[in-house]
């Protein structure tokens, strides 16, 4: 256990391994280099599409390129960062609380429902927008606390990192689909106004064996492509993928698989928008996080989360492409991104969400 008086409460060196026990089942992921996505590779590029396609989930391999480099040392410093924001009063936490219909700010614990008949969960999640990171003081649109503000060109520089190799795995993507990068790539333009943010992360320890609560309700990322680092487990996804976006609980039979952290590597996974971008081509995997299992259940669980959304005007509608079968939404302007992201936002029976 870490004591207080020694230690931080996010300490990566002390993490205990995952059990290696068949009580915790975990799920096979690719792990796909960035290095050769960043080389254009065209064995890994073509690993990556099939992986998309099928779970929707892989590791992907950070280190030696300067982005996957950011990320990999950057996400220490940035949870670093996160339990300092953690730390402060509840009171002064809960005057960020999210407004304008958007979810940056913060998440208290119990903020949103576990399942349908509304256990609270447990995780408190504090959301940094990337625009006002990468944006001049006087022209960030919210307030944020001072130890946001004092890591700001730490959290400026993660959110270019993470939203380039976003970027580039959208490319793939489009190449393999026949899509013009160009369509997909004007809806993602970093300075434009987005969803996108960093998402910190923080469950309390586990209580019982039986670890009955659930820290993070299960869902799909609502957006285009999630760059996840965590240290210890507690990530779960559904074993069978399913494209549809939706209710709290899977829609298709199958069991929660765990997800083993991989050092040095990030968890990757597309978001409802790039299923709908597709026409259900590409895969949003149904997950969840409970409390870490066995031993690393001890420490309170960080996370350290960025996810790349459509910009906040771009409709969200099937992209034409010989590998995306032609859609009923052809004729409909499409919902925008920001009004579509709120609504499932608020489907998920978010309670601290102003609009
Ligand atoms: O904490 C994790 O490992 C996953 C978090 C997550 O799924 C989310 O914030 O959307
Ligand atoms: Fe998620």
Known sequence: MPHKEESTEFTPDQYPLFPDDPQFPSVKLET????????GDEAETERAFQAFKGRGFVYLELAGTDNGDTILHGADDVAKAAEQTFALPLEEKLK?????????GYKNVGATNADKVGTPDTAEFFN??????IVEDGKMRRPWPSVVMEHKPLF????????????????????????P???????????DHAGDHIRFTRGPPRKT???PEIQTPSHTDFGTITILMNWLGGLQVWSESSRKAGPLEPDVPGEWLWVKPKRGSAIVNL??????FTNGVLCSGRHRVIPSPGEQGKWPRYSIVYFVRPTDHSKLKTLKGHGIPPADDQDEEGIEAKEWIYQQAMGLGSKHIDK
């Open 32 to 39: 796909i280099s960035l290095k050769k996505l960043e080389e």
């Open 96 to 104: 960020y609380k999210p407004s304008n219909k958007e979810l940056f």
């Open 128 to 133: 940094v927008s990337k625009n006002d990171m």
């Open 156 to 179: 400026a520089k993660y959110c270019r990192a993470s939203h380039a190799t976003g970027l580039l795995i959208m490319d793939i993507l489009a190449d393999k689909l026949g899509v």
């Open 181 to 191: 990068r160009e369509e997909i790539r004007q809806r993602h333009v970093l300075e």
């Open 209 to 211: 064996v039986e670890m």
């Open 271 to 276: 978001g409802d928008a790039a299923v709908k």
